[in-house]
């Protein structure tokens, strides 16, 4: 099942263009092999953040067994790697060292394992968050390169445990079957996700995406309007602030009470009122545009609101207590 999409892009750099084809092809395989399967989701392009640093993940696969991370690669001519695990290709006619695809991925699931550890009890069962500790580390985890199909792959000196882990566009899709297939082996000692845990883990990297918006170009006019608005929004900065602090926490839909519990479903982020019971979606209309598609994203607790404008409100509960 495709649950994210590959972002649409449009760039005049060449070098752009080649990586974004090579990831639309990749995209296209894993369609195509996935596509009709329910208990397998796929991720294009996402972009996860922890701690204030970021990951670009090309490529996730998430199944019952654990995850899939394939990060697209655009080589045009030969690659090979040396048993010090170094990276060189072929740049008309010539050898030349590159960043290692398999390294880079593995920093990306490294921040990826540090998010869902932080969140795992708002996606996992009671009582394996209890034995495991919320660990999502106890999954199986693969990493694959996928190179563009007119690469050369030289293997003649590729360690043996890194080889199977690179390959082209075009053999994505049966490799990720066959991992997934051999992690799904009975003797495999790794836990399975429920298909409940499966869907909290996707609708949690849904609202965790945070897409890399290009900064948007002001007009003249624009550039005249700001700097004649700077007195009076510097002015009205501490009226701002009053009026965040006194809606800090998430509202009752139906009483209006701040007397609110935050919870994690199948749709998102939300909250139940302790006192008419009613449940209340944290997606809010951004304050600035008054865009009703915003995202919601937690970090211990802490609760953002993020709209594609820029624009993000942090929601602080504390221990039961609302600020």
Known sequence: MIIKDKDVSV???YKKQLGDQVESDVAFYLKRQFLEQDDIFVFNNLRIEHNQEFAQIDHLIVYKKGFVLVESKSIKGTVKINDQLEWQRTV??????????????EIQAKLLKKL??????????????????????????????????DAII????IPSKLSPKIV???????????????????????????SSELNNIKHFLLAAHTPNLPPQKESTEDL?????????????????????????WFQCKKCESSNTEPKYGKFGYYVT?????????MVQACLNCGNKK??????????TVSCNCGVQTTFTHTNGVQQ
């Open 116 to 149: 869902l550890n932080e969140n795992a009890e708002s996606m996992l069962a009671k009582v394996l968050v209890v034995v495991l500790q919320g660990y999502f580390g106890g999954r199986c985890w693969d990493i694959l390169c996928a190179a563009s199909n």
């Open 224 to 248: 005249k309007a700001n700097a004649s608005d700077a007195k009076t929004t510097k002015n009205e900065d501490a009226k701002c602030i009053d009026s965040n602090n006194r809606s800090s």
């Open 154 to 157: 030289d293997r003649s000196h």
């Open 168 to 194: 082209k566009a075009e053999a994505i899709g049966s490799r990720v079957k066959e991992i997934i297939s051999s992690n799904s082996n009975i003797l495999k000692p790794n836990p399975s996700f429920s």
């Open 92 to 105: 008309r006619g010539r050898w030349v060292g590159m960043p290692s695809p398999i390294t880079q991925a």
């Open 294 to 303: 915003t995202r919601v994203s937690k970090r211990k607790q802490f609760y």
């Open 273 to 281: 009122c302790s006192e008419c019971k009613t449940n209340t979606s």
């Open 11 to 13: 760039s005049t750099y």
